[in-house]
């Protein structure tokens, strides 16, 4: 039985076919894809617009299917007090939602929300003004409208489609708009016959520009908006053959597509639209942003340490008061950039949050280290009670940001978790470094015995429900600290950090890179079971100075590894960078999971400065992002500069590079989903111009300011250039 619902009187007015209809609309009417216009979608003047065929609605963005092209609505929402009508606020395109908003059940008197819009059309050139319109994917429910622009006899039985083809919009040319799970995409499909040469867009309403990594890149004031081509394909009967397409800018208002070879098959190019936002985080004391992550749906989680009484927390949330000194915080955000929540976490010392590890239902993990009593722990957790002067911590979350669990970690000397990763089946694993003798390795584990030195590295894991499955030691009789720790792809995890240890870090297999300690320190990784048995582990650095400070998995069966080194012969040939340049470079290398053996490795240098890479993740496409960290070589408080350089997995070639920041900010770390990135910066010496219009906060309020930037979609630049 079909469905269909009646919007009466104003409820309409949001369907401003300038403005597009937002999701409120598509939550009352119970509708999906792209919604036919039957008569009942109006301009700003009431008038009837029939130069919009269907509408889209979207999370951040909405998109009009028009007569000679589409177009990209973008919105930000902002929350006001008391607000209740519809209607537009001078200057931007505002629009008040609260009628909507109460028409579907929202307490009366509860916070209007206004949204700010930008509309960009993109037009065929040349195209076929007669092209045939095909939707296909037809909704079952449908909705009836009554308003004052369709009369009383309404508009009826107006249903949603998943698929539009605009045929022959150019000769054996197709443009076919897609709708679904993973949100819109439109397809370019050249048929036998059909010229790619003749497909192109004109550009109104933003400036367009082609981006490092090839992505096609809107910005106006205010905003900006990233389109890339995740994959196109050429079709020769039943085979499907992957095709390198490439945006060609012209005249710097249109573009179109470039492949490297004529093709002989139907030819399908499919670009996607991404979004982008920014915002710090922080109120008018010193608050540290240090890790940030994502769940699947894109909701992103930034973590760090506060010592602002204020902008913060949310009621609701766990804790919702400033208790003392620093106290550690989580946020969530919407994919849209709106907060959803925030919570600080601590007790009446000193409460530092270093690591975040976020599962992909969003329920999340926090860690660092901790000098409170209280505050901590939970009734039955692992530890329930300070043991020394600074112990770890752990704690779980829903994502709520209720807690769920939290435990100390730790003996009777310093420790502190610096690294957390989220397992498929819930389980978390840990790092850190440590200077205690007890109560950090469990029984039969690999490495039960503390090695000396200032402190030893740690590791472990524990299960989604707060109990340690296993926990062991890792260093010499040196100093070593273990910096990050990531999955295999199962319950196996590797481990990465620095050592000045000459015994106490190798387990050698055949083909393990280096078995031989180099001096001053070295980088090193290793490999551990599921079960906690070390399958391997290997220095990797020269006779300088060498650090790892991030490692992730490469499906199926390779690791990466980033940090900073001041040795020489780290490079590969084939390599992008053999040579390192200057005084300190930052590395890039991969291992194969098996032995430890070396697959290639390059330096990462800026200008003859101090480099390092601090933070490297793996996107779906197999690219490694990296974070690169650049500080003049001059004496005083100069700015640090932070890049964002993406990286061929198979080669260790550079495929792009962007700056992420113009003064200021300590090296960012990096998380994704697969597909989106985030990353979280600590601002040093304040700054400006790093939010986006409308962001959550668009201004660094204390001492130190933490921003944390979205970068949705599987581009692996942000869209936020320096200012």
């Not at 030691?473 to 792809?489: E, I, K, Q, R």
């Not at 031989?516 to 990797?540: L, R």
């Not at 260790?652 to 770390?669: F, K, P, R, V, Y």
Request: with cysteine; aromatic share 10%; charged share 15%.
């Amino acid at each position: 039985m079909k469905a269909s619902r009646n919007l009466l009187d104003f409820a309409l007015c949001l369907a401003f076919a300038a403005l597009a209809l937002l999701p409120f609309a598509v939550s009352a009417a119970g509708t999906y894809g792209f919604t036919e216009n039957k008569g009942q979608i109006h301009d700003q003047f009431h008038n009837p617009n029939p130069a919009v065929k269907y509408l889209l609605n979207g999370g951040g963005m909405n998109v009009q299917l028009r007569s000679d092209g589409f177009a990209y609505d973008t919105y930000v929402g902002e929350e006001k007090e008391g607000k209740k009508v519809i209607g537009l606020e001078g200057g931007d395109d505002v629009m008040d939602l609260q009628p909507i908003v109460d028409l579907i059940g929202r307490p009366a008197g509860s916070l209007a929300n206004s949204y700010h819009f930008h509309r960009i059309d993109l037009r065929f050139v040349d195209g076929n003004p007669d092209a045939e319109i095909v939707a296909d994917g037809r909704s079952e429910d449908y909705t009836n409208y009554y308003t004052d622009v369709t009369g009383e006899a309404g508009v009826t039985f107006v249903h949603s489609y998943s698929t539009v083809t605009y045929r022959n919009v150019w000769p054996n040319i197709d443009v076919r708009f897609n709708s679904g799970e993973d949100g819109f995409k439109y397809d370019v499909i050249v048929r036998p016959g059909g010229r790619l040469n003749d497909v192109r867009f004109e550009v109104q309403g933003a400036e367009i520009s082609e981006h490092v990594r090839g992505d096609l890149v809107f910005t106006w004031v205010g905003g900006s908006l990233s389109e890339l081509i995740p994959r196109s394909w050429e079709e020769v009967g039943r085979k499907r053959e992957p095709v390198q397409g490439r945006y060609d800018v012209r005249n710097g208002n249109a573009f179109g597509f470039h492949v490297p070879h004529n093709t002989t098959g139907t030819l399908v190019i499919d670009p996607a639209p991404t979004v982008s936002w920014a915002t710090y985080y922080g109120g008018s004391n010193v608050d540290h942003a240090a890790a940030a992550g994502l769940d699947f749906p894109g909701n992103a989680y930034l973590s760090g340490s506060a010592k602002s009484a204020t902008a913060i927390a949310t009621a609701g949330a766990h804790d919702a008061t400033y208790n003392a000194d620093f106290d550690a915080y989580a946020a969530k955000f919407s994919p849209a950039g709106t907060r959803l929540w925030g919570t600080y976490y601590g007790g009446s010392g000193k409460d530092e949050a270093l690591a975040i590890a976020v599962a992909t239902s969003g329920v999340f993990t926090m860690g660092g280290y901790t000098t409170s009593t209280t505050g901590i722990a939970t009734t039955g957790a692992h530890r329930t009670a300070l043991a020394g002067g600074e112990d770890a911590w752990l704690a779980r979350f829903t994502t709520a940001g209720l807690r769920i669990w939290g435990t100390y970690y730790g003996g009777t000397g310093n420790d502190r978790i610096n690294g957390l990763a989220a397992g498929s089946d819930g389980s978390i694993a840990y790092c850190g470094k440590t200077s205690s003798t007890i109560w950090i390795a469990s029984p039969y584990s690999a490495d039960m015995v503390y090695g000396g030195g200032a402190s030893d590295a740690f590791l472990g894991r524990f299960t989604s429900a707060g109990s340690r499955v296993w926990g062991c030691y890792l260093g010499g009789s040196a100093d070593d600290a273990a910096t990050a720790v990531t999955f295999l792809g199962s319950n196996a995890i590797a481990v990465c950090g620095s050592t000045g240890s000459s015994s106490g870090i190798v387990t050698s297999v055949p083909g393990l890179h280096d078995a031989t300690y180099g001096g001053d320190t070295d980088a090193f990784i290793a490999h551990y079971s599921a079960a906690g048995g070390k399958a391997w582990g290997g220095y990797y650095g020269g006779n300088g100075s060498d650090g790892a400070s991030s490692i992730t998995f490469l499906p199926p069966n390779n690791v990466a590894l980033c940090g900073r080194t001041l040795s020489s012969g780290m490079g590969t040939s084939g390599a992008e960078q053999p040579t390192g340049l200057g005084y300190s470079n930052g590395f890039l290398a991969s291992f194969t999971i098996a032995s430890g053996s070396r697959n290639w490795s390059t330096y990462s240098s800026l200008n003859g400065n101090e480099y390092a890479l601090g933070s490297v993740v793996t996107l779906a496409d197999g690219t490694l992002l990296a974070t690169g960290n650049e500080k003049p070589l001059s004496t005083g408080p100069l700015p640090q500069r932070v890049y964002l350089n993406s990286y061929l997995a198979s080669s260790g070639i550079m495929d792009g590079s962007m700056d992420l920041t113009t003064s200021g900010q300590t090296t960012a770390h990096l998380s994704t989903n697969g597909t989106a990135i985030t990353a979280a910066l600590t601002f040093l010496l304040g700054g400006s111009g790093f939010a986006t219009t409308g962001a959550h906060q668009t201004t660094a309020a204390g001492s130190e300011g933490a921003l944390a930037l979205l970068v949705p979609g599987t581009s692996a630049m942000p869209l936020l250039s320096s200012a």
